[in-house]
């Protein structure tokens, strides 16, 4: 890594399946810690929030020593200067919105301090949901409001375990545009639990995959796809693609088009109108790969790429694949067997054309209705 790490560990720790031993360092952007379920995930995260205590060894955050087993130091949750949004949000139940979000601030030292509760508010939205109790947000307005509260606190680092897990797929799209708001706006590392290779796909730079305890790799999330083939792809679900978007035009009969950084997409966009924002999710295997351009189809994207990574392993292959007007616009992963890339004499750099049906495009919100 060229630069210092932000993140920093190796430890140990006793648990009741297995013997939990991580070691990693962690760079600015989003760290997925990607692996199946019971793998360590969550206790790695709880052990670097501070809320469990490793048997043995380090962690450090910006150079700044949180736990080491040897020097004796074990500083408490509240001094890491660590924000952790869990599952379900957690928010005080009796509390407005508003109040939730200003908790954390009203803890932290004035000189700390370099998010204020109204920059949190307007990053996310919140307006109108200041006044209402957690008993009165959906799902994905409450996760909404305890990333605001984590936020209003200042975070050297922002801890996510699974904030998606209980979301349906279109609160999915709406928090994942917030989680790329956040990361856009605010700069603030984050490390982020999941065992969807959707999400990792849609918003980590890199990925630590875990497995019984163990890393096992680091690599870039679309490499990661071939582990999780080779291993628990059953458990990690078919991987999406999810694109924010814009409507640019409706043809009056359900579908339009969407403009996704220098390109269109063809999709069923319901009674959207131009200019609204959207979440496009297309399915890796739903697209296919073609050297040359297709005819008379009925699929109606065809769209010139340029095939800028294949990565082939056990029989499986993903391609990571460019469009747009200018290198690394917009990138869809695509997946593919073995054979095909064989047969089609497939190599990075080299002119592909992407097609795939409108209707194998879901059209989710960027925001809730």
């Known amino acids: 890594m060229s630069q210092p790490p932000i993140l920093s560990f190796h430890f140990k720790r006793a648990t009741r399946g297995f013997d939990l031993d991580v070691s990693a360092e962690c760079g600015s952007g989003i760290t997925a810690l990607f692996g199946p379920s019971g793998s360590g995930k969550s206790t790695t995260l709880n052990c670097v929030a501070g809320m469990l205590r490793p048997d043995q060894g380090e962690i450090a955050l910006n150079g700044r020593t949180l736990f080491s087993s040897t020097g004796k130091v074990d500083l408490p949750p509240e001094k890491r200067r660590v924000g952790y949004v869990f599952q379900d949000g957690a928010l005080f139940p009796h509390m407005t919105a508003l109040d939730n979000i200003r908790y954390g601030f009203e803890r932290t030292p004035e000189s700390a301090r370099r998010i204020s509760p109204d920059e949190a508010i307007a990053l996310l939205r919140l307006g109108p949901l200041l006044e209402r109790r957690p008993a009165q947000l959906s799902g994905g307005e409450k996760q909404r409001v305890a990333l605001a509260r984590a936020l209003a606190a200042s975070p050297e680092l922002l801890l996510l375990d699974e904030p998606m897990a209980s ?176 047969d089609l004499g497939l ?15 879901a059209v989710l919100d960027a925001e809730e209705r």
């Open 347 to 361: 190599s990075p750099g080299q002119d592909i054309y992407l097609v795939f049906k409108s209707s194998s495009v």
């Open 167 to 342: 979301l349906d797929s279109a609160l999915r799209g709406v928090v994942t545009v917030y989680l790329r708001r956040i990361k856009r706006d605010l700069g603030i590392p984050m490390l982020y639990v999941s065992h969807s290779i959707t999400e990792v796909l849609a918003l980590a730079d890199r990925a630590l995959l875990i497995k019984d305890g163990r890393i096992t790799a680091f690599d870039r999330p679309s490499r990661l796809l071939l582990e999780t083939a080779a291993g628990f792809f059953h458990e990690a679900g078919a991987a999406d693609n999810l694109l924010d978007g814009v409507v640019s035009s409706i043809d009056g009969r359900g579908s339009g088009r969407v403009r996704v950084g220098g390109a269109e997409f063809v999709a069923p966009v319901g009674a959207r109108q131009p200019g609204d924002a959207v979440v496009l999710s297309i399915g890796a295997a739903e697209i296919i790969l073609a050297t040359n351009r297709p005819e008379g189809l009925s699929a109606r994207n065809v769209l010139p790429a340029r095939l800028a990574e294949l990565d082939i392993k056990d029989g499986h292959a993903f391609a990571r694949a460019e469009i747009g007007v200018s290198p690394s616009d917009t990138q869809l992963i695509v997946e593919l067997t073995e054979g095909a890339v064989s």
